[in-house]
């Protein structure tokens, strides 16, 4: 339904894989080459351009959405949000740094040690963005955010651990401290979750054990048993 959802985390498709070849590859097992995640040019703007205005139609005024992407396509997200949506507003560009990230076996770029997280939220009728400063400042550390300080938009995260790992071959799942964080920080207790892109069910996991309740929604039938599995573990 309209203005339902406290919070929407987004983690949509980059459009980096190739139609042929070998793609792109994030680490020496896993390679990027999934069919949900080919578009054209053009095909990719009208896919971003729909669902970010769905996200925005369920979301409630004082909600957030957060969007997490690579160069690929985090730049595209903000233009839409920016040239498409008056009512809504950027709050942070957040950059999680990977301190083990791989390494690029090209050896022909930068090492991509980074991703980019958008946090926008949709500010009509009078309603401010929910914002847990205090909790932020008591429940986030790391390497670059000492604990009892106000946190910076740079977040040490390594990636996903081999015991978080559901999926196997899923080449974004997302380590859970990050969706600590982002549910932590513009949620309270009983408050809704929406993720769009499911995937192996993270953000729906997270929810749960910080007593949010959670919607997903995942087309790749695959990841249904993984994601039931996880929220309802023997």
């Known amino acids: 339904p309209d203005e339902s959802i406290d919070l929407v985390f987004a983690d949509p498709p980059y459009n980096m894989s190739k139609k042929k070849g070998l793609g792109w590859k994030y680490s020496k097992h896993i390679t990027m080459q999934e069919e949900w995640d080919i578009f054209s040019k053009d095909d990719f703007f009208k896919f971003n351009k729909k669902w970010l205005k769905e996200s925005f139609r369920v979301l409630k005024h004082g909600g957030s959405l957060w969007i997490s992407g690579s160069f690929h396509n985090i730049y595209q997200m903000g233009f839409i949000i920016q040239q498409f949506h008056q009512d809504i507003k950027i709050n942070n ?45 008591e429940l986030i550390e790391d390497s670059l955010n000492p604990k009892g300080k106000q946190t910076r938009n740079v977040w040490s995260i390594p990636l996903t651990p081999k015991k978080e790992k559901w999926a196997g071959e899923h080449p974004t799942q997302k380590p859970k401290e990050l969706m600590r964080r982002i549910i932590l920080s513009c949620t309270d207790k009983g408050n809704t979750v929406l993720d769009p892109f499911l995937g192996s069910g993270t953000t729906s996991a997270v929810a749960k054990m910080l007593s949010r309740n959670s919607i997903g929604i995942e087309k790749d039938k695959k990841f249904i048993g993984i994601i039931k599995k996880r929220l309802n573990p023997e």
């Open 93 to 137: 560009s957040i950059v999680w740094f990977k301190p083990n990230a791989q390494p690029n076996i090209t050896c022909r770029f930068f090492t991509e040690s980074t991703e980019h997280l958008i946090w926008a939220s949709k500010n009509g009728k009078g309603k401010k963005w929910k914002f847990n400063y205090q909790d932020t400042k």
